[in-house]
């Protein structure tokens, strides 16, 4: 029994408790004199539990428990409710360790008596007040304690939890979460075998993420204003979530799970302009290793996979590789396919981020374009210009035109772009000089790339229907470069090699599905020569990721509808049990490559021109969505 001594004793801090909360949680939260809390616990429950949690006394604005003497948490209405809906003491979480609360101001700096958040620690798990949802849910300690510190680069913001944790098949742990103010939801997602966190999460809309205010922004003539794209996102269209997936060493971890917004590409300027030739330089590929490990630029040091490794487990590393320590020189110009030139080394470098803009070029020079071949088939010819062959000079409204994209970047791939810089003036002038250097330089930070990647190809490889639109999130593969044909040294992938882009709409199916675009261009490497000047034959690996998984036995379904040339196509399901994407794999088919002549391989001319290999290519569409 609880002694009269000792209820006399709580009787003042009751009554301060009790006025604190009922200004605290709103009127909405109450229901009169007597709470839900009050009349759950009886006083024959409260003699029960004395064992357990200590004294449990009701009030009007919550619960009190005192666990010893001098030892007290006081848990808000909506925390208290939670746990005692869950059991209370007996329930998985336990008895709770420290609870903390905060309230809604309104301008004039007075309290609008509303909990903006209320958090309770518990000895296994945490209880936290959403305000968007208007409830309380419980969650982990595991998954608390990696929510906790995938926020911690300030990467991520997962949000608070929407939902209880439940359990499924192949899966010991799903949570929903979701960012207030934001009304998609993201996931946390513990597989068994092996062991890993699948964890989503989505952009923030906003030109907050440019660099240059808007208002004072002089906008290219081929470039959406910002305005208008941050009004599309105003539709049932949103970017699909991007999922990322962290290996652990065991189902409670730790896992893996740093990232970094990277440092910018230094010196891009010093790739362009020193060397240029009265025509105009090619477009060098940014060189991912240090020249200095030795006297051949070929002598690279680490590839982009590796690259970007390194820029998340040693950022000051990367940036040292990243570092330009020389240039090219008239040896390496040319053909690639031309005995005695050292080709420029092909990287298959990967980005990821939201498209902002995607337009048709206004004007290209023509002599680096190539036209569509007379039997190309792919797409809808309905969605192209002028159909014949590209200006040498200047290509305006032609085919060879290029289709251009602008990424803002997720922030563990902002090391792309070319960081502004200085660099020495060319001794020649304009026209000599084709994008000469004025020793100072924008990088990706000028007016019109606004700390956007610039995406590049020739239009026709890109058919209507299948072009990217601004909110579509976005993977591509293709060559890294610092384009040399614009005076501001940005870095571009140029050309795109492949891409999936994808964005959530309600369809027929379901009122959540990812509607996914998979286009593999003919600048796929598909095969290279290695040092020894042996042919290999690669493949590429895409990712096609669904909507957040509703539940944790809700099943994955995808439809498919697949053209492709020259190309083996695998599908795959993963994780096999209860799989929560699928995995896209390409491979060049062997006889085809053998079978290839000079004029389809894929290589460099003497202006950074490419020449497309055009007998593979594919193009396909996907819904994946929940069941």
């Given at each position: 029994?609880?002694?009269?001594?000792?209820?006399?004793?709580?009787?003042?801090?009751?009554?301060?408790?009790?006025?604190?909360?009922?200004?605290?949680?709103?009127?909405?939260?109450?229901?009169?004199?007597?709470?839900?809390?009050?009349?759950?616990?009886?006083?024959?429950?409260?003699?029960?539990?004395?064992?357990?949690?200590?004294?449990?006394?009701?009030?009007?604005?919550?619960?009190?428990?005192?666990?010893?003497?001098?030892?007290?948490?006081?848990?808000?209405?909506?925390?208290?409710?939670?746990?005692?809906?869950?059991?209370?003491?007996?329930s998985?979480?336990?008895?709770?360790?420290?609870?903390?609360?905060?309230?809604l101001?309104?301008?004039?700096?007075?309290?609008s008596?509303?909990?903006?958040?209320?958090?309770?620690?518990?000895?296994?798990?945490?209880?936290?007040?959403?305000?968007?949802?208007?409830?309380?849910?419980?969650?982990?300690?595991?998954?608390?304690?990696?929510?906790?510190?995938?926020?911690?680069?300030?990467?991520?913001?997962?949000?608070?939890?929407?939902?209880?944790?439940?359990?499924?098949?192949?899966?010991?742990?799903?949570?929903?979460?979701?960012?207030?103010?934001?009304?998609?939801?993201?996931?946390?997602?513990?597989?068994?075998?092996?062991?890993?966190?699948?964890?989503?999460?989505?952009?923030?809309?906003?030109?907050?993420?440019?660099?240059?205010?808007?208002?004072?922004?002089e906008?290219?003539?081929?470039?959406?204003?910002?305005?208008?794209?941050?009004?599309?996102?105003?539709?049932?269209?949103t970017a699909?979530?991007?999922?990322?997936?962290?290996?652990?060493?065991?189902?409670?971890?730790?896992?893996?799970?740093?990232?970094?917004?990277?440092?910018?590409?230094?010196?891009?300027?010093?790739?362009?302009?020193?060397?240029?030739?009265?025509?105009?330089?090619?477009?060098?590929?940014?060189?991912?290793?240090?020249?200095?490990?030795?006297?051949?630029w070929?002598?690279?040091?680490?590839?982009?996979?590796?690259?970007?490794?390194?820029v998340?487990?040693?950022?000051?590393?990367?940036?040292?590789?990243?570092?330009?320590?020389?240039?090219?020189?008239?040896?390496?110009?040319?053909d690639?396919?031309?005995?005695?030139?050292?080709?420029?080394?092909?990287?298959?470098?990967?980005?990821?981020?939201?498209?902002?803009?995607?337009?048709?070029?206004?004007?290209?020079?023509?002599?680096?374009?190539?036209s569509?071949?007379?039997?190309?088939?792919?797409?809808?010819?309905?969605?192209?210009?002028?159909?014949?062959?590209?200006?040498?000079?200047?290509?305006?409204?032609?085919?060879?035109?290029?289709w251009?994209?602008?990424?803002?970047?997720?922030?563990?791939?902002?090391?792309?772009?070319?960081?502004?810089?200085?660099?020495?003036?060319?001794?020649?002038?304009?026209?000599?000089?084709?994008?000469?250097?004025?020793?100072?330089?924008?990088?990706?930070?000028?007016?019109?790339?606004?700390?956007?990647?610039?995406?590049?190809?020739?239009?026709?490889?890109?058919?209507?229907?299948?072009?990217?639109?601004?909110?579509d999130?976005?993977?591509?593969?293709?060559r890294?470069?610092?384009?040399?044909?614009?005076?501001?040294?940005?870095?571009?992938?140029?050309?795109?090699?492949?891409?999936?882009?994808?964005?959530?709409?309600a369809?027929?199916?379901?009122?959540?599905?990812?509607?996914?675009?998979?286009?593999?261009?003919?600048?796929?490497?598909?095969?290279?020569?290695?040092?020894?000047?042996?042919?290999?034959?690669?493949?590429?690996?895409?990712?096609l990721?669904?909507?957040?998984?509703?539940?944790?036995?809700?099943?994955?379904?995808?439809?498919?509808?697949?053209?492709?040339?020259?190309?083996e196509?695998?599908?795959?399901?993963?994780p096999?049990?209860?799989?929560?994407?699928?995995?896209?794999?390409?491979?060049?088919?062997?006889?085809?490559?053998?079978?290839?002549?000079?004029?389809?391989?894929?290589?460099?001319?003497?202006?950074?021109?490419?020449?497309?290999?055009?007998?593979?290519?594919?193009?396909?569409?996907?819904?994946?969505?929940?069941?």
């Amino acid at each position: 029994m609880i002694s009269k001594g000792h209820l006399d004793a709580l009787d003042i801090v009751l009554m301060t408790v009790g006025c604190f909360f009922s200004a605290l949680i709103s009127p909405g939260n109450s229901v009169g004199a007597a709470s839900q809390a009050a009349e759950r616990i009886s006083p024959s429950f409260l003699e029960e539990q004395t064992g357990q949690c200590g004294y449990l006394v009701p009030f009007e604005g919550g619960v009190l428990v005192e666990r010893a003497p001098g030892s007290k948490v006081m848990l808000p209405k909506p925390i208290a409710d939670k746990w005692l809906a869950v059991g209370g003491p007996t329930s998985i979480l336990g008895c709770p360790r420290e609870a903390s609360i905060s309230k809604l101001f309104n301008a004039g700096g007075r309290s609008s008596h509303a909990l903006k958040y209320a958090e309770a620690t518990f000895e296994s798990g945490h209880i936290i007040y959403n305000p968007t949802a208007g409830s309380a849910f419980y969650i982990s300690d595991h998954f608390e304690l990696l929510r906790r510190r995938l926020e911690q680069p300030a990467l991520y913001n997962i949000g608070l939890p929407v939902s209880d944790p439940m359990s499924g098949e192949g899966i010991s742990e799903w949570q929903l979460f979701q960012v207030p103010g934001n009304r998609s939801l993201n996931a946390m997602e513990m597989r068994i075998d092996p062991p890993t966190l699948y964890v989503t999460r989505h952009p923030v809309v906003s030109p907050a993420w440019f660099p240059i205010d808007p208002s004072s922004t002089e906008v290219h003539r081929d470039t959406q204003r910002i305005e208008d794209w941050v009004r599309d996102w105003a539709t049932d269209r949103t970017a699909s979530p991007k999922w990322e997936a962290f290996a652990c060493e065991s189902i409670v971890g730790p896992c893996d799970q740093t990232r970094y917004e990277t440092p910018n590409f230094p010196r891009s300027g010093e790739v362009c302009g020193w060397t240029a030739t009265p025509l105009g330089p090619p477009e060098w590929q940014p060189l991912l290793y240090a020249f200095s490990a030795g006297p051949d630029w070929m002598d690279r040091g680490v590839d982009s996979d590796q690259l970007h490794q390194i820029v998340q487990m040693d950022p000051l590393r990367a940036l040292d590789i990243m570092l330009f320590r020389g240039r090219p020189d008239s040896r390496d110009w040319g053909d690639v396919l031309r005995a005695g030139n050292r080709p420029i080394f092909w990287y298959s470098t990967a980005a990821e981020g939201i498209v902002t803009n995607s337009h048709l070029s206004g004007s290209d020079f023509g002599a680096t374009h190539r036209s569509m071949p007379p039997d190309w088939e792919l797409g809808d010819p309905s969605q192209v210009y002028y159909r014949g062959p590209c200006n040498p000079v200047l290509a305006q409204g032609q085919l060879c035109n290029d289709w251009n994209l602008s990424l803002k970047l997720d922030p563990e791939f902002d090391y792309l772009l070319a960081a502004p810089g200085d660099c020495r003036p060319h001794p020649a002038p304009r026209p000599l000089c084709y994008a000469c250097c004025d020793s100072r330089f924008p990088g990706n930070f000028d007016e019109e790339d606004l700390g956007t990647l610039p995406i590049e190809i020739e239009q026709w490889q890109v058919p209507g229907g299948f072009r990217p639109e601004i909110g579509d999130r976005i993977m591509m593969v293709g060559r890294w470069i610092v384009d040399c044909g614009h005076d501001h040294w940005s870095t571009e992938i140029h050309p795109i090699e492949a891409f999936v882009t994808s964005h959530n709409s309600a369809t027929e199916l379901s009122a959540e599905s990812t509607l996914t675009n998979v286009i593999l261009t003919s600048a796929w490497m598909g095969s290279r020569r290695d040092a020894d000047g042996q042919m290999t034959v690669g493949t590429t690996v895409l990712n096609l990721y669904p909507p957040v998984r509703p539940t944790p036995d809700a099943r994955l379904i995808i439809d498919q509808n697949l053209n492709r040339f020259g190309i083996e196509t695998t599908i795959e399901a993963v994780p096999r049990e209860n799989p929560n994407h699928f995995r896209l794999t390409l491979r060049m088919i062997v006889e085809e490559l053998l079978d290839m002549t000079q004029g389809q391989r894929t290589g460099q001319g003497s202006y950074g021109d490419f020449f497309y290999a055009n007998n593979r290519r594919l193009i396909g569409s996907f819904t994946l969505y929940w069941k």
